[in-house]
């Protein structure tokens, strides 16, 4: 098994083993999206960065979200959402979540949530107030992501082995 090092940002560096379902992840673009680019990108990042990612594209309901979490064991859910109609789309995700047994699966969503120029405040409170652990603003850079997804996954499973 590769080991994927989760390196947390406090002054002392630790580092971090975990087991394949921790650092097993899904992607796609939610809804009638299909922007794929970005998701794309953010995948690959994602790779790189040594995540296992099960990349489901574009055009992707929330229960097919749920299904490719539920059979892979994901730590996180990544939802991308370019057309700006995030918010009717991901709304419900976190209880069905819920309901299909993920409890605390880490949800992130990013990309052009909504349409046309917005508070950022309030769409990430709307996000938030759905559920979702972290929301990104448009032009988010995949590496913001990914550090918070090391840390939130670090803080999140008990069975991670740390090791000095
Ligand atoms: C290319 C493009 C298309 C192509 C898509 C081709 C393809 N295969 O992807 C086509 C022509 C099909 C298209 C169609 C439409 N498009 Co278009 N499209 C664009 C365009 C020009 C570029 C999008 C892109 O690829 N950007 C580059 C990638 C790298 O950036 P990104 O997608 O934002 O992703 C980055 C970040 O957002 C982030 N990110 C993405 N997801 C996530 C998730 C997480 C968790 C995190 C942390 C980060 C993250 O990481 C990525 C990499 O850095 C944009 C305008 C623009 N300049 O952005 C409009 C744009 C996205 N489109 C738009 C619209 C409205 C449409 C249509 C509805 C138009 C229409 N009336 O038909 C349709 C929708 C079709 C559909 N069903 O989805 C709007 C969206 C409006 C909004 N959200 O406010 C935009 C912004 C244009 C505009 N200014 O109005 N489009």
């Not at 998701?39 to 994602?46: E, F, P, R, S, T």
């Not at 605390?104 to 052009?112: E, P, S």
Request: include cysteine; glycine fraction near 10%.
């Amino acid at each position: 098994m590769i080991p994927l090092t989760l390196t947390l940002s406090h002054k002392a560096e630790r580092r971090t083993e975990c087991s394949l379902k921790d650092r097993t992840v899904v992607t796609g673009v939610i809804g009638a999206d299909s922007h794929s680019i970005g998701n794309w990108i953010l995948q690959y990042a994602l790779r790189e960065a040594g995540f296992e990612v099960v990349a489901l594209g574009i055009l992707v309901s929330q229960e097919d979200f749920i299904h490719a979490a539920i059979e892979t064991d994901a730590a996180a859910i990544l939802v991308s959402s370019i057309y700006g109609h995030g918010i009717l789309d991901c709304e419900g995700f976190r209880e069905k979540c819920e309901e299909a047994g993920l409890k605390g699966m880490l949800l992130y969503a990013g990309g052009n949530l909504v349409v046309g120029k917005h508070d950022w405040g309030e769409v990430e409170r709307k996000f938030k107030e759905m559920g979702f652990d972290r929301v990104y603003p448009p032009n988010t850079l995949p590496a913001t992501a990914i550090a918070d997804l090391k840390n939130d996954i670090i803080a999140r499973r008990s069975n991670c082995s740390t090791r000095p």
